[in-house]
């Protein structure tokens, strides 16, 4: 063979080709590793078809405060197995720091400004988006949901698709300021598991035998099948798939864990704590009844809770990753793989990835998509996920906070606009948003593109917009007419929530003192008001400490005054309402509630005022009606049930006033008025001991309920027993007001001293 290979054997084309595939198939071999190694196990579309669905939502829970999200350990070893067990998503986003919004996101898979339910209490979900209960409910699912605090009452309108809707927390009650009308976990997840573990079990008899299904107060019930049928609210056939929603509110504001969290625990830490007991109390007795055998079960926080980070205490004013961040676990045995997903998910992706996952076709009208393909494909790149804070806009007048969260970068629109690298940040100290212009004005770019798509849908919330009707009405009293919605003026940085954060806080503190005892509290507050003329809830502070001093004429003065200039939403005209009655100027009273309603159909609260007014004016049948619309709109509002009993008895109707007073009781205990009145009801009928022990149990609710201790006192003393109404009678002089009760003072003086 000569030097360049002549007479060489030629290799054969075979070998060559062999040679060749073997780096190549090595490499492809190594790519194929590195993508399993990236995105785990693959998770089959369908994975959970035929199987039940438990979605538990955790009230205020930040993410770090969960061992499996970057917690201490220790805290949460419920939701750390579940996370350890399943899949963890580990940059979930919630839409909007705010429990009603946050949910109705949730529930519906589409954005706030899609839903329109932009905060808490002042809107209603509308009937034409779809929800995960109707979806699942229209094929053959029975569902319940039961919901710890009145945040999620079923006047706000989620109750929609639910066979059972228990939201028995009681009522919020006057004077009781730390009283947030809500349950602890352990109430919420007992009759949770009755209702998943005995669906042919007689559920809790009405107070009135002859109630309706429709007005049954245990619920708030839609008790249709999906073909028409009648659905008995706690049944379906033992073999029936099931759909339960659990909310628990513990670790939201105030904390009040029980023992032993509150000793072992920060007071936020203890809820914390305390609520991930209660999950294992919730999914121990249904693993133990096999119900977990065939079950998707989804965990996720509605938001966080700042806790005094940039100053917030609490939540719905910012939206920095303390109350946007949520941990969302999502477990279902075997049939899900253990594996964490890094990327950017949003919880309105929840409902289309439970459907996925459930096997359901997924409607068009969801804004969300199911993140089974984005896992399983180790995407890199993921949609932006839109958030939003408006509270403080609509309830406040401060500058409207939107804003988007792509890739590593976040980006809060305001006056003074944000842009954080969260990932190297994730305390959100350093705005970038001078030094990267260019990134910012791509962020800014993507938001308005957002928004664009909003208006395109349109809003599905009931009633936003004012009626031309309704418009005159207000017009008509004097006030400027509008309606609860974003502003439409210009705002500056004097509106940033960033600059009026400190009034905020500086507000609440005079409130504080003021409940204290602070003499100076008044003159703060109106300091705050000469500062931020256009701070709504500081007049709203104001009137309340007007009326609590005794000057109703200046609350009312404050609060029409605040109307008149058009800065007030649909709250301040109830207070406003609420206090003309008060001062007994019911027909002014008719007038602006009637226009409240008019303009706000669907406002419970309102409706409930109008009632109240329209009997103190003797109009029994319409105030009946009205009493009967608050129903329709709330079958659970004991307030209604008391209101219609105290009408039944003013209008003379003994035996129906008992009906809707122990049907009130029975949906709240502690309604002192429903106590008081129906004493009074059997002491008519001479039931003397019953009517005693009704008096007794309102005075140890309320011990102000001056004219229960009146009744009672002189009750007790016209029977003979005048050892034990002494002391009532007593109490009542030392401490009934004089220019109210001047003549029984009187008296009564007389009485005791003889």
């Known amino acids: 063979m000569d030097q360049n290979g002549a007479g060489r054997q030629r290799p054969q084309r075979g070998v060559r080709i062999f040679r060749f595939l073997v780096p190549v198939l090595l490499a492809a071999g190594l790519v194929a590793f590195m993508v399993w190694r990236r995105s785990g196990p693959v998770i089959r579309h369908g994975a959970c078809a035929g199987c039940n669905l438990l979605l538990i939502t955790i009230d205020t829970l930040r993410a770090d405060r969960v061992g499996a999200f970057g917690g201490t350990p220790g805290r949460t070893p419920e939701l750390d197995r579940l996370a350890g067990e399943g899949l963890r998503l580990t940059r979930a986003y919630s839409a909007a720091p705010l429990t009603l919004t946050s949910h109705t ?7 706030p400004p899609v839903h329109g339910v932009r905060t808490n209490g002042l809107f209603r979900l509308g009937p034409k988006l779809p929800t995960l209960a109707t979806l699942l409910n229209d094929a053959g699912y029975r569902t319940g949901a039961f919901v710890g605090a009145f945040v999620l009452d079923a006047r706000f309108g989620l109750n929609r698709g639910f066979d059972v809707y228990d939201d028995r927390y009681g009522e919020k009650h006057p004077g009781n300021d730390t009283d947030e009308a809500e349950r602890r976990a352990e109430d919420v997840i007992r009759p949770a598991t009755a209702w998943i ?16 299904s429709q007005s049954n107060p245990q619920s708030a019930l839609r008790n249709r099948g999906p073909r028409g049928a009648d659905f008995a609210p706690w049944g379906g056939g033992p073999q029936s798939n099931w759909f339960a929603w659990v909310h628990l509110y513990d670790p939201h ?6 023992e032993p969290f509150a000793s072992r625990f920060a007071p936020y830490d203890a809820e914390v704590a305390y609520t991930d007991a209660a999950i294992a109390k919730l999914l121990s007795p249904l693993d133990a009844a096999h119900q977990l055998d065939r079950t998707l079960v989804i965990v996720a926080a509605d938001h966080g809770e700042s806790l005094g980070e940039h100053s917030e205490r609490s939540h719905g004013v910012f939206a920095y990753e303390a109350t946007l961040h949520v941990p969302w676990i999502i477990w279902a045995g075997r049939r899900l793989p253990a594996q964490t997903w890094d990327g950017v998910a949003r919880l309105i992706d929840l409902l289309p990835t439970a459907l996925d996952l ?19 494909s180790a995407e890199t790149v993921q949609p ?9 806009n609509l309830t406040r007048n401060w500058a409207p906070l939107d804003g988007i969260v792509s890739s590593r970068y976040k980006l809060i629109d305001l006056p003074v606009p944000e842009l954080y690298d969260i990932r190297a940040d994730p305390q959100e100290a350093n705005n970038l948003f001078e030094r990267e212009r260019e990134r910012a004005r791509t962020l800014q770019s993507l938001l308005q593109a957002q928004r664009r798509a909003f208006e395109s849908r349109g809003s599905a919330a009931e009633k936003t917009t004012l009626s031309a009707d309704a418009r005159q009405r207000l017009q008509a009293l004097g006030y400027v007419a ?19 954060i400190g009034a905020a806080n500086e507000l609440n503190q005079a409130l504080a003192d003021f409940r204290k005892g602070s003499t100076d509290a008044i003159a703060r507050v109106r300091e705050i008001i000469r500062m931020h003329p256009a701070f709504t809830t500081a007049y709203g502070v104001l009137a309340s400490l007007q009326h609590d001093s005794g000057d109703l004429a200046g609350a009312i003065t404050t609060l029409d005054g605040v109307v008149r200039r058009g800065i007030a939403d649909q709250s301040v005209m109830l207070v406003l309402g609420g206090y003309l009655l008060e001062a007994g100027m019911l027909p002014k009273a008719v007038e602006l509630l009637e226009a409240l309603v008019a303009a706000h159909p669907d406002y419970a609260d309102a409706w409930n005022s109008l009632g109240v007014v329209y009997s103190g004016q003797g109009r029994h049948q319409q105030a009946q009606q009205v009493f009967r619309r608050v129903l329709d709109l709330d079958p659970t509002s004991a307030t209604a049930y008391e209101n219609l009993g105290v009408d039944a008895l003013a209008a003379g109707d003994a035996p129906a006033a008992v009906t809707h007073l122990t049907r009130a009781l029975a949906l709240d205990p502690r309604l002192a008025r429903a106590h008081n009145v129906l004493a009074a009801v059997f002491m008519r009928q001479r039931r003397q ?6 008096w007794q149990k309102a005075l140890e609710l309320d011990p102000n309920l001056f004219d229960t ?11 003979g027993r005048h050892d034990e109404a002494r002391p009532y009678l007593e109490r009542f002089v030392r401490n009934a007001p004089p220019q109210r009760y001047a003549a029984d003072l009187a008296r009564l003086g007389k009485m005791l001293n003889r």
């Open 105 to 111: 996101s949730m529930l519906t898979g589409v954005s």
């Open 197 to 212: 573990t005995q669906p042919s079990a007689t559920p809790p008899a009405p107070a009135n035998p002859q109630s309706t």
């Open 253 to 258: 504001e105030p904390y009040r864990a029980p």
């Open 358 to 376: 459930l096997g359901r076709p997924r409607p068009p009208e969801l804004e969300g998509r199911t993140l089974v393909d984005a896992i399983n």
């Open 384 to 392: 932006a996920a839109y958030f939003e804070a408006m509270d403080a």
């Open 482 to 500: 509008s309606s609860a919605g974003a502003g439409s003026r210009t705002y500056t940085e004097a509106d940033d929530p960033k600059a009026l």
């Open 689 to 694: 001991s019953d009517a005693i022990a009704h």
């Open 709 to 719: 201790l009146y009744n009672l006192g002189v009750s007790l003393w016209d029977a």
